[in-house]
């Protein structure tokens, strides 16, 4: 990965700033941010999780709809750099997967199996409190990262927990907790619309998530209203064009 | 949480039954929750899709009282809760006059200062809501957060199969293999568009497949997201 370019880095930020508008819908926030930031860092994959509070991490959205990377990031739920950096606030860097194999078993194998070297987990952090992790896949081993690009990706964690409150600022925790479940809960339900989606148009699940998008865009619609009207009837997912 | 959640199973079910089906699952469920938040009371209300109360349980008349205004008044925390698809932690109702101008000062007079409403979803298909009552305001601690919401699992899950306890439905789901988690819910959508039915029923009937032919939930599931099975509507 390249040391990032600041003139990239400000639009990025610009862009991101344009979303968090009323129309605002965060798994499609996140999807664009993850996005961004994998091509910002060159990076392989950047995917984003979130504890769900009974002590796993769910995944949210990541630079790609890939079964198989996707894979890679759900197997996180309790073991791995994304559970590493959400456990402990801190980033966990340039880690080697060949090398990790006793320090997670179960995910470096799986990775390591998908053709990734390296691996990267910055904390998404809410003042106070942590609420999951970001994470970066890299196909070179070590010295991925610059102290610089480090702080910058962080930013871009941070940014990702900002955006994921509706509210400008979050008066009690209990808040925090509602959106959290919300978020998550959204996630599942565009699941759900893309099985649909795929079983009425005869497409693989990925296809169904760009038509489902397309739609939301196309019709100035947020991507989760549009996967909820898809799954409340399934005559819609039929009739979505 | 694999563990915390048989442990919550086992609470549910080592509950006297006083009836049976949907009614006394619920009521169990209403029952084991209370002691388990330090509540005073708990009520689920199962709900169609729009908002018309179902069955309806609740652990003691004052939480049947207190559950019942908000679908008289017509607004309250179970109510949100249901709309909006996620938590309403209320700690005390002493602070929501403007938020239920109704709900708020007849919640309180009814003896109940804190609510926490949990829905009950499985993304798209919402069964309905549980409703945790404590005479005294204050938060819940992030141990009974995570209870409650797995209450909320176990309780879904034993809805969906028609169970009228907790320990002798499905325990793979609630930890199915975790790498195939976006699987499970894609299926449900397949399914649902294959036999024409409401997400819930799509959900309903991958469950009683995968326990009929004794399979793993996930593995089911990747069968049908890769087309391998399919769900095919009966002949009238």
Redesign the interface.
């Known amino acids: 990965m390249t040391t990032v370019s600041v003139e990239r880095l400000a639009k990025i930020f610009v862009e991101i700033a344009d979303t968090l508008v009323d129309e605002f819908d965060l798994i499609d926030f996140l999807h664009t941010l993850t996005d961004r930031a994998a091509s910002l860092i060159n990076a392989s994959a950047v995917g984003l999780l979130l504890a769900?509070?009974?002590?796993?991490l769910?995944?949210m959205a990541a630079s790609t709809e890939n079964?198989k990377l996707?894979?890679?990031f759900?197997?996180q739920?309790?073991e791995g750099p994304c559970m590493e950096a959400f456990g402990t606030g801190e980033a966990v860097i340039n880690v080697d997967l060949a090398g990790a194999t006793s320090r997670w078993p179960n995910f470096a194998a799986?990775a390591l199996e998908a053709g990734f070297r390296s691996v990267h987990a910055f904390p998404l952090r809410l003042r106070a409190q942590r609420i999951g992790a970001l994470n970066v896949f890299g196909e070179n081993t070590g010295g991925d990262f610059e102290r610089g690009d480090i702080a910058i990706v962080q930013a871009l964690a941070d940014v990702a927990a900002i955006g994921l409150l509706q509210e400008r600022t979050i008066h009690?925790?209990?808040m925090l907790?509602?959106?959290l479940?919300?978020a998550l809960?959204?996630r599942?339900?565009i699941?759900?619309?893309?099985?649909?989606?795929?079983?009425?148009r005869g497409v693989g699940?990925e296809e169904a998530f760009a038509l489902i998008r397309d739609f939301a865009r196309a019709h100035n619609r947020r991507l989760t209203d549009v996967?909820?009207a898809?799954?409340?009837?399934?005559?819609n997912?039929?009739r979505l064009r | 949480?694999i563990g915390?959640a048989s442990v919550i199973k086992g609470l549910i079910d080592a509950e006297p039954i006083r009836a049976g089906g949907l009614s006394g699952l619920l009521e169990r469920v209403c029952f084991a929750v209370v002691p388990v938040l330090s509540a005073s009371g708990a009520g689920i209300s199962m709900m169609t899709?729009d908002g018309t109360r179902g069955v309806c349980i609740a652990s003691d008349p004052v939480s049947q009282h207190v559950d019942d205004l908000q679908f008289v008044l017509g607004e309250g925390p179970c109510m949100e809760a249901f709309e909006?698809?996620?938590?309403?932690?209320?700690?005390d109702v002493a602070d929501t006059a403007t938020r239920w101008p109704l709900y708020a000062p007849a919640a309180e007079q009814g003896g109940v200062r804190a609510v926490f409403a949990f829905?009950l979803?499985?993304?798209?298909?919402r069964l309905g809501v549980l409703d945790v009552f404590r005479r005294d305001a204050g938060?819940l601690t992030?141990d009974q957060?995570?209870d409650a919401?797995?209450f909320t699992?176990v309780t879904v899950s034993a809805v969906l199969d028609r169970q009228e306890s907790a320990g002798t439905g499905r325990s793979d789901d609630l930890d199915a293999a975790?790498?195939?988690?976006?699987?499970l819910?894609?299926?449900?959508?397949?399914?649902?568009?294959?036999?024409?039915?409401?997400?819930a029923e799509a959900m309903v009937r991958l469950r009683a497949h995968a326990y009929a032919q004794n399979r793993r939930l996930d593995e089911l599931a990747r069968d049908v997201?890769a087309g391998r099975i399919r769900f095919i509507p009966e002949a009238p």
Not at chain 1, 52 to 56: I, S
Not at chain 1, 230 to 235: C, E, H, L, M
Not at chain 2, 121 to 125: E, K, L, M, P, R
Not at chain 2, 178 to 183: D, S
């Open positions: 769900d509070e009974r002590g796993r769910e995944f079964a996707v894979e890679l759900q197997l739920a309790r799986h009690r925790s209990e907790t509602e959106q479940q919300g809960n959204s599942i339900v699941e759900q619309a893309k099985g649909a989606v795929a079983q009425a699940v996967s909820h898809i799954v409340a009837n399934p005559d997912a039929i | 949480m915390r899709a909006h698809r996620r938590p309403v932690l209320v700690t829905p979803q499985i993304g798209g298909a938060p992030a957060l995570t919401l797995l699992d975790i790498r195939h988690r976006a699987e819910f894609q299926a449900q959508g397949m399914i649902m568009v294959q036999l024409g039915v409401p997400l997201v």
